[in-house]
């Protein structure tokens, strides 16, 4: 029997982070494009300043992930608050005998 989607969740089998944009053949080539740009950028400055570089995209990383995790929630509210208001309606859907 499959399990039901409440189940993957609550078991932590369900995380968007791993699976947003896996496919998307532009976030991809971008992401590689940065890191290839990065290794040039490093390739041409002394050690000192390499390390400045890899914390601040760290921290852009950071960033991005925050900035992520907030998206998703907001869009999970968003989408449950439109669910309810569909679900508030659905009397509407349903002919009343007397008519």
Same mark, same amino acid.
């Given at each position: 029997? =499959?399990?039901?989607?409440?189940?993957?969740?609550? &078991?932590?089998?369900? #995380?968007?982070?791993?699976?947003?944009?896996?496919?998307? =053949?532009? @976030? @991809? %080539?971008? #992401?590689?494009?940065?890191?290839?740009? *990065?290794?040039?950028?490093?390739?041409?400055?002394?050690?000192? *300043? /390499?390390?400045?570089?890899? /914390?601040?995209?760290?921290?852009? =990383?950071?960033? %991005?992930?925050? $900035?992520? /995790?907030?998206?998703?929630? $907001?869009?999970?509210?968003?989408?449950?608050?439109?669910?309810?208001?569909? @679900?508030?309606?659905?009397? =509407?859907?349903? /002919?009343?005998?007397? &008519?």
């Amino acid at each position: 029997m =499959d399990k039901s989607l409440l189940h993957h969740l609550f &078991e932590g089998e369900i #995380n968007p982070s791993e699976i947003i944009g896996i496919h998307n =053949d532009e @976030l @991809l %080539q971008a #992401n590689e494009l940065r890191g290839n740009e *990065t290794m040039a950028l490093f390739k041409k400055l002394p050690n000192i *300043t /390499r390390a400045d570089i890899e /914390r601040m995209e760290e921290l852009a =990383d950071k960033a %991005q992930g925050i $900035y992520s /995790r907030e998206c998703f929630i $907001y869009g999970f509210k968003l989408g449950a608050l439109l669910i309810m208001e569909v @679900l508030a309606g659905k009397d =509407d859907l349903v /002919r009343k005998k007397s &008519e």
